[in-house]
């Protein structure tokens, strides 16, 4: 499957933003999709992650209660909503796909990886 995010942009502290992530291939579906970010000078790092289906979601603490991850099979998109944005935000977006099973949300146990979008935010 073949990934691409978009939808970063620079914004202010406090804004919203939303990043979709497009998906080629007709088994999107069966796989479950990741956020990770990676800011300047640090590892990337889990951000989000949503089951085959809307019905479970996994956040990190950070993003707790301000991200928001959703999918939508029928158009191979998943979204990333991020509100109330801090600069510490501030990093290169990407999104991933794993393929079902013992899942682990770490950079080394995703299958397929996007071409990040960069997210900015000044204070």
């Known amino acids: 499957v073949q990934l691409q995010a978009f939808g970063g942009g620079l914004v202010q502290a406090g804004d919203s933003l939303r990043l979709s992530c497009a998906a080629s291939?007709?088994?999107?579906?069966?796989?479950?999709m990741g956020w990770f970010r990676q800011a300047p000078g640090k590892e990337r790092e889990f951000v989000a992650g949503?089951?085959?289906?809307?019905?479970?979601?996994y956040y990190s603490d950070f993003v707790k209660g301000r991200f928001a991850v959703s999918r939508d099979n029928a158009k191979n998109t998943v979204y990333l909503q991020m509100n109330s944005l801090e600069p510490e935000d501030t990093a290169v977006y990407y999104c991933?796909?794993?393929?079902?099973?013992?899942?682990?949300?770490?950079?080394?146990?995703?299958?397929?990886w996007g071409k990040g979008t960069l997210v900015t935010v000044s204070s």
């Open positions: 949503i089951g085959r289906s809307d019905s479970s979601s």
């Open positions: 991933a796909a794993v393929r079902p099973g013992f899942i682990q949300w770490r950079p080394s146990t995703m299958n397929y």
């Open positions: 291939g007709d088994t999107f579906s069966t796989y479950y």
